[in-house]
C-alpha cells in the first residue's frame, strides 16, 4: 500500500487531447504555418514585355519534356511521335492534351485594380481658347477577365 500513489493527472485526459490549451494553440498556430507566403509580383512593364514574347501552351511541347524525363524515374520511354507502340509515352501525350485543352477552354482569369491605381491626367482648350488641365483617377474597383493561351 505504501508503493500506491494517486494520479496527479486528471482521469480520462491525456497529452494529446485536443480540448487542452496547449493542443488548441498548436493546431491553430499549424493552420497558420500551413499559408505559403505571397508570389513575388513582377512589374508591369516587365509583364507587358514578357507576355507577347510567350509561345503559348503547346501539349506536345510538355509532352515531349516530361517524357524526357522518365529516365528519372527509371520509366521505360519511347520515340512516340515516329512509328512505334509505347504505351507510357502516348498515355502521357493524351494527359498533356486533356491538361492544356482544361486550361485554354475552361480555365478563369480574373484580375482587379485597386481604387486609385488607374490616375489620368487631360490637358486641352476650354471655352474661349483658355488651356484646361485635369487630373483623375478611377473610383472604385474595377475588374476584368482573361483567356488562357
Do not use: H, W
Not at 497558420?32 to 511541347?61: Q, V
Not at 529516365?71 to 498533356?96: C, H, P, W, Y
Not at 486533356?98 to 471655352?127: C, F, H, R, W
Amino acid at each position: 500500500m505504501a508503493n500506491e500513489c494517486r494520479s496527479t493527472q486528471k482521469a480520462g485526459v491525456t497529452g494529446s487531447s485536443p480540448s487542452s490549451m496547449s493542443n488548441i494553440l498548436k493546431i491553430i498556430l499549424a493552420a497558420f504555418s500551413l499559408m505559403k507566403p505571397p508570389a513575388n509580383t513582377l512589374p508591369p512593364p516587365l509583364i507587358m514585355i514578357g507576355s507577347k514574347l510567350r509561345p503559348g501552351l503547346s501539349a506536345r511541347d510538355i509532352s515531349a519534356r516530361v517524357i524526357s524525363r522518365f529516365s528519372e524515374a527509371d520509366a521505360v520511354a519511347g520515340e512516340i511521335f515516329k512509328e512505334g507502340n509505347n504505351v507510357m509515352t502516348a498515355l502521357e501525350v493524351i494527359r498533356m492534351e486533356e491538361i492544356v485543352n482544361a486550361i485554354q477552354t475552361e480555365m478563369k482569369i480574373s484580375n482587379v485594380i485597386d481604387p486609385g491605381s488607374i490616375l489620368v491626367q487631360t490637358n486641352g482648350v476650354g471655352y474661349a481658347g483658355f488651356p484646361v488641365t485635369s487630373v483623375g483617377t478611377n473610383p472604385s474597383m474595377v475588374s476584368s477577365a482573361g483567356v488562357a493561351q
